[in-house]
């Protein structure tokens, strides 16, 4: 069982508003990352991380913004929010498998709704 | 361009009876494969994987069969279970990628009837 933890899980937030999603996991891994994903479609990358001080952008374009200060904490920032950015967005953390076999271990998400 | 397609939206079985959920992906990249289990509201759990070096990965009623010249895999699930209903998505990543990305189907919603 992985242990890699969201929070918060739901949010109902007005347009406009600064938000932050947590996101936290204890195995120690060096690889963490971002989802998105809208009901009845695929999870698309938005942020990943190689480790402390390392960022980089994914493959879908996000407003958001992250950061890698500890190994552990991986939070997502939206400096103002609107209602296109309502989604559910998943983080997931992985340790090097070698020959490119990362296994991905995701967190239970955050339902995000921007009114 | 959808890279790692899953052409069937959903799928309905009987419990006990054999899942077959399908999937196509078309980078020649692409030699690793995951399996992972959604429930609604949840995040994914990784189910089995397999690397392109073998065709077949077992792991209790689970099974992935990977065929790599019709770049195409499924997952089997015998016997199927209610609890087994829940959205199925499968993802691929190559060891040219540096990051260890994965690229995503639409996923398969399975039910599972008693």
């Known amino acids: 069982e992985a242990d890699i933890y969201q929070t918060p899980r739901y949010l109902v937030i007005g347009t406009g508003k600064k938000i932050t999603l947590e996101c936290s996991q204890t195995?120690?891994?060096?690889?963490m990352y971002w989802y998105q994903q809208d009901p009845g479609m695929e999870l698309h990358l938005i942020h990943y991380s190689y480790g402390v001080n390392s960022t980089e952008k994914g493959d879908l374009s996000s407003e958001s913004t992250v950061s890698r200060i500890r190994t552990e904490h991986f939070p997502l920032t939206l400096e103002s929010a609107r209602p296109s950015h309502t989604s559910q967005y998943l983080c997931a953390s992985s340790e090097y498998g070698g020959g490119g076999t990362d296994t991905q271990y995701f967190g239970p998400g955050t339902r995000l709704t921007v009114l | 361009d959808q890279q790692v397609k899953q052409n069937s939206p959903s799928l309905s079985v009987q419990e006990g009876r054999i899942s077959i959920l399908n999937c196509d992906y078309t980078?020649?990249?692409?030699?690793?494969f995951l399996w992972y289990k959604k429930y609604p509201a949840e995040g994914p759990t990784f189910l089995i994987s397999?690397?392109?070096?073998?065709d077949k990965n077992e792991d209790g009623r689970f099974t992935v069969f990977l065929n790599k010249s019709a770049k195409h895999l499924s997952l089997h699930i015998v016997p199927s279970q209610p609890g087994d209903s829940a959205v199925y998505f499968c993802a691929a990543t190559g060891s040219g990628t540096s990051y260890g990305k994965l690229t995503f189907g639409q996923g398969t919603i399975l039910t599972v009837h008693p």
């Open positions: 195995m120690g891994h060096d690889k």
């Open positions: 397999i690397s392109s070096i073998k």
């Open positions: 980078n020649s990249m692409f030699d690793y």
